[in-house]
Structure formats: structure tokens, C-alpha cells
């Protein structure tokens, strides 16, 4: 099973900030790594595949980077309606892990 | 359009047997895995398993296997997970969601609510 740990678990920002968020796999997962956004009440939303893939249909704030264990997920500009929790998914072999989360909220 | 709606909120007793359901449309449900993900009340997402309607090819996650059954009807485009003895720590919104390849998940059910209470 392999573990997927993502910092932080929270942050707050100001809107026109840019945000990280990472995540580290305990072994190497090449580039099979996606980001979801999820709103409170909602299913999880694909905004980043194959590690800096951008979903259509995702603003280009939106952008992730990275290969093998470290991956990072970037908004450029923090704007309202960015607040959500952030979670990466790694894919190997049919299985698959999410991180814990990353909750974001405005300063 | 592509279409992943799930059964109903349940409230269920610890031992009592549920099965709930995930009808796929708008898309080839045969040649889409398909898979359950959990999220338990103010906590993160937990991928459970998948399976593949066109030859039942079912894989678990370790922490899941023989604690739940995934399995899929494809003549009525239908996924299902099912417990045989629910436990209080099921309580949860299960999701379920299209995996193209067996890892993305593009859609997503409405999600279907599991209560275990006595």
C-alpha cells in the first residue's frame, strides 16, 4: 500500500496569494499523481491529472508539478471561490491512495 | 451526458446486511472501471476499490479487502458495495466514481450517505 503524505493539513491565504501544497509518496509512483478539489457538501472535482495534466474546463491558476516520490500542487492566485479542501490520488498496478487533505481558507 | 447516480441515504443497525447501488449512463459502462471511495464524517478521502463491469476484474485497497464486496450488474449499467455485518465505524458517505483507466476519476456519484447506529 503505498502511503501518500500531503502538507500542509490546513492553510489560510489572502486572495491574489500563491499557494502550495505537497505531496510525497512512499515509494516511486513516476508521474501517477492527480489533484481534487472538494467543496463542502460535494463530491471531489479533477482539476490536475498525470502529476501537471490541467483538466479541461480548470482555470489556469491551477497547475502541479513533480515526478517520481515529491510532487507539488500550485495556485497562482488565490481567489473566493478557491476555498475548499485540496486532496492528491496516486495511482499504481489498479490501486490507489489519496493524501489527507489540505483545507484552505481565506484570510 | 455522463451520469453516475447513487441509491439512497440508509440508517442501519450494527450486524444488518446493506447493499447500495451506483447506475452509470451517458457513456459504455462495460469498459470503464469503477470504484467506491469513502469519506467518513469530517475526515479525508479513502479509496476502497474498483472493478471492471465487462469482466468483473475486482481489485481492492488491503485495508478493505473482506471488510466489503464490490461487484457490478452490466446488464443494467449498475455498480454495487455491500456489507455483511455493518460495525458503527461504516458510517461514512461512500461515493462512487469512474476510473478511465483504472486510476483518474473523472466523475463522480452524488454520494449515498451510510448511517450504523443502534
Known amino acids: 500500500d503505498i502511503q501518500m503524505t500531503q502538507s500542509p493539513s490546513s492553510l489560510s491565504a489572502s486572495v491574489g496569494d500563491r499557494v502550495t501544497i505537497t505531496c510525497q509518496a512512499s515509494?516511486?509512483?513516476?508521474?501517477?499523481l492527480n489533484w481534487y478539489q472538494q467543496k463542502p457538501g460535494k463530491a471531489p472535482k479533477l482539476l490536475i491529472y498525470d502529476a501537471s495534466n490541467l483538466e479541461t474546463g480548470v482555470p489556469s491558476r491551477f497547475s502541479g508539478s513533480g515526478s517520481g516520490t515529491d510532487f507539488t500542487f500550485t495556485i497562482s492566485s488565490l481567489q473566493p471561490e478557491d476555498i475548499a479542501t485540496y486532496y492528491c490520488q496516486q495511482y499504481d498496478n489498479l490501486l490507489s491512495t489519496f493524501g489527507g487533505g489540505t483545507k484552505v481558507e481565506i484570510k | 451526458e455522463v451520469q453516475l447516480v447513487q441509491s439512497g441515504a440508509e440508517v442501519k443497525k450494527p450486524g444488518e446486511s446493506l447493499k447500495i447501488s451506483c447506475k452509470g449512463s451517458?457513456?459504455?459502462?462495460?469498459?470503464?472501471?469503477i470504484g467506491w471511495v469513502r469519506q467518513m464524517p469530517g475526515k479525508g478521502l479513502e479509496w476502497m476499490g474498483i472493478i471492471y463491469p465487462g469482466d468483473s476484474d475486482t481489485r481492492y485497497r488491503p485495508s478493505f479487502q473482506g471488510q466489503v464486496t464490490i461487484s457490478a450488474d452490466k446488464s443494467i449499467s449498475t455498480a454495487y458495495l455491500q456489507w455483511s455485518s455493518l460495525k458503527a465505524s461504516d458510517t461514512a458517505m461512500y461515493y462512487c466514481?469512474?476510473?478511465?483507466?483504472?486510476?483518474?476519476?473523472?466523475?463522480w456519484g452524488q454520494g449515498t450517505l451510510v448511517t450504523v447506529s443502534s
Open positions: 466514481a469512474r476510473h478511465p483507466s483504472g486510476g483518474t476519476i473523472d466523475f
Open positions: 451517458g457513456y459504455s459502462f462495460t469498459t470503464y472501471w
Open positions: 515509494q516511486d509512483i513516476s508521474n501517477y
